[in-house]
């Protein structure tokens, strides 16, 4: 959430700075509400010292036996009134809220300034494309063909973009998942199994809430309403809502396997074959939580062990910033990873890293005590996949196929599926 004095103190430049962000429509209200709130304020503070100067009137004027209807009329009119102006204070508040739950974060200065991902800046490209003596066939060929991949029968079962692994295929998928959480636990990343079902004030908090209600399922019933999550960045980064941490206790390194879930709202038409584009998809997340200065390296090293992956399985990619214009609402700066796929003869994203600064500890109030000090600040929260396991099985079977139609399996996977080397058709 941004941060409502920088709004106050350079309404103007956060503005400017958010131009290809997207500034939303309302944020203009913002200096209006704010005013009249801290107007209302300054009412409020000025009759209670009015009531204050009262309260010792009336009682001596009771004392000598005055009459103290008056003064005691207009105690009553000022506490109306001081009622009154709590209900226009927490109103405006509700207002001012809204609007700064679904301002962007400020793009940190290294970020590339631009509207799509057009302008997005290439930093780095790993590994060899693979070279076939054949024509190199999408995922989704590949899989069906070696039949580990059922996609009819899923759609059977729960209707368009969802998934169904047979044999081998399942075991990939899941010597990945093994394989990410070993990698990341190697790192230093301690591994956690979060609730896939949370609650609104989660959602909320990560930064999911108020602007991607459209893109979340959801349980039935306004008392008990929970979403499923899209990411287990969102759990992972409400672990510790409303606590204050110590600063020996930082840097923490949080990492865990879940199955994600989103709607995909707007994306009709886009990456309707195979395991690109799933309302259901498995994923190993990363999460940090650390001192402020230390955020953007942080961010660099989080990259790194993403990127660790993808080079122990051998897979060539590239590693790009997003323009201002392309970052999710809540980062300050993102890398995003996009691996190679011959079949489908381009790049696509496999993990996106991103530093979000104060942005998610603001919504989520999770703060640190610097040592020595008595006051305590706002953490810097970081999430990145390490990897989208669905997308890196469809890298494997796109760089990894064979002119006989079988898919040679990553050494470093082998270990993770007793030794087998190949998957072929059965």
């Given at each position: 959430?941004?941060?409502?004095?920088?709004?106050?103190?350079?309404?103007?430049?956060?503005?400017?700075?958010?131009?290809?962000?997207?500034?939303?429509?309302?944020?203009?209200?913002?200096?209006?509400?704010?005013?009249?709130?801290?107007?209302?304020?300054?009412?409020?503070?000025?009759?209670?010292?009015?009531?204050?100067?009262?309260?010792?009137?009336?009682?001596?004027?009771?004392?000598?036996?005055?009459?103290?209807?008056?003064?005691?009329?207009?105690?009553?009119?000022?506490?109306?009134?001081?009622?009154?102006?709590?209900?226009?204070?927490?109103?405006?508040?509700?207002?001012?809220?809204?609007?700064?739950?679904?301002?962007?974060?400020?793009?940190?200065?290294?970020?590339?300034?631009?509207?799509?991902?057009?302008?997005?800046?290439?930093?780095?490209?790993?590994?060899?494309?693979?070279?076939?003596?054949?024509?190199?066939?999408?995922?989704?060929?590949?899989?069906?063909?070696?039949?580990?991949?059922?996609?009819?029968?899923?759609?059977?079962?729960?209707?368009?973009?969802?998934?169904?692994?047979?044999?081998?295929?399942?075991?990939?998928?899941?010597?990945?998942?093994?394989?990410?959480?070993?990698?990341?636990?190697?790192?230093?990343?301690?591994?956690?199994?979060?609730?896939?079902?949370?609650?609104?004030?989660?959602?909320?908090?990560?930064?999911?809430?108020?602007?991607?209600?459209?893109?979340?399922?959801?349980?039935?019933?306004?008392?008990?309403?929970?979403?499923?999550?899209?990411?287990?960045?969102?759990?992972?980064v409400n672990i510790y809502r409303d606590e204050i941490l110590e600063e020996a206790d930082l840097p923490v390194y949080l990492t865990a396997f879940t199955p994600c879930f989103r709607a995909?709202?707007?994306?009709?038409?886009?990456?309707?074959?195979?395991?690109?584009?799933?309302?259901?998809?498995?994923?190993?997340?990363?999460?940090?939580?650390?001192?402020?200065?230390?955020?953007?390296?942080?961010?660099?090293?989080?990259?790194?062990?993403?990127?660790?992956?993808?080079?122990?399985?051998?897979?060539?990619?590239?590693?790009?910033?997003?323009?201002?214009?392309?970052?999710?609402?809540?980062?300050?700066?993102?890398?995003?990873?996009?691996?190679?796929?011959?079949?489908?003869?381009?790049?696509?994203?496999?993990?996106?890293?991103?530093?979000?600064?104060?942005?998610?500890?603001?919504?989520?109030?999770?703060?640190?005590?610097?040592?020595?000090?008595?006051?305590?600040?706002?953490?810097h929260m970081l999430n990145g996949s390490g990897l989208a396991v669905g997308r890196t099985v469809v890298a494997i079977l796109e760089n990894y196929q064979q002119k006989d139609g079988s898919?040679?399996?990553?050494?470093?996977?082998?270990?993770?599926?007793?030794?087998?080397?190949?998957?072929?058709?059965?």
């Amino acid at each position: 959430m941004i941060d409502s004095k920088l709004l106050r103190d350079d309404f103007q430049g956060v503005v400017s700075r958010l131009e290809t962000r997207g500034v939303p429509e309302n944020l203009s209200q913002w200096q209006d509400l704010d005013s009249q709130r801290r107007s209302l304020l300054s009412e409020a503070e000025n009759i209670r010292a009015e009531k204050n100067k009262l309260n010792p009137e009336i009682a001596k004027a009771k004392k000598s036996g005055e009459d103290a209807s008056e003064l005691l009329a207009d105690l009553k009119k000022k506490g109306e009134r001081e009622k009154q102006i709590n209900q226009q204070v927490a109103e405006a508040e509700l207002k001012l809220k809204e609007i700064e739950l679904i301002v962007p974060n400020l793009p940190e200065e290294s970020v590339p300034i631009g509207k799509t991902e057009a302008d997005n800046r290439v930093e780095k490209i790993w590994g060899e494309k693979p070279e076939f003596d054949f024509q190199a066939k999408p995922h989704w060929e590949v899989g069906e063909n070696l039949g580990i991949l059922d996609f009819e029968r899923a759609a059977k079962i729960s209707g368009a973009r969802f998934s169904l692994y047979r044999g081998d295929g399942a075991r990939l998928e899941r010597a990945l998942i093994n394989f990410m959480l070993e990698e990341h636990r190697k790192n230093g990343y301690q591994e956690i199994i979060p609730p896939l079902l949370v609650k609104e004030e989660s959602m909320t908090a990560s930064g999911q809430l108020p602007k991607f209600e459209e893109d979340l399922f959801k349980t039935e019933g306004e008392d008990d309403k929970r979403y499923l999550i899209p990411t287990s960045e969102v759990a992972l980064v409400n672990i510790y809502r409303d606590e204050i941490l110590e600063e020996a206790d930082l840097p923490v390194y949080l990492t865990a396997f879940t199955p994600c879930f989103r709607a995909e709202a707007g994306s009709h038409g886009r990456d309707v074959r195979g395991l690109i584009r799933l309302h259901q998809f498995n994923k190993v997340e990363l999460v940090k939580l650390v001192e402020p200065e230390q955020s953007f390296n942080e961010l660099e090293k989080l990259t790194e062990n993403a990127e660790g992956v993808l080079e122990a399985l051998g897979l060539p990619y590239q590693r790009v910033t997003l323009s201002s214009g392309d970052m999710g609402l809540a980062a300050a700066k993102t890398y995003d990873l996009e691996v190679w796929l011959p079949g489908m003869d381009a790049y696509r994203e496999i993990s996106s890293c991103s530093n979000t600064t104060d942005y998610q500890s603001r919504r989520s109030k999770i703060r640190y005590r610097p040592a020595g000090e008595k006051k305590p600040k706002l953490v810097h929260m970081l999430n990145g996949s390490g990897l989208a396991v669905g997308r890196t099985v469809v890298a494997i079977l796109e760089n990894y196929q064979q002119k006989d139609g079988s898919v040679v399996v990553p050494e470093v996977l082998r270990p993770f599926m007793a030794g087998q080397d190949r998957i072929a058709k059965v």
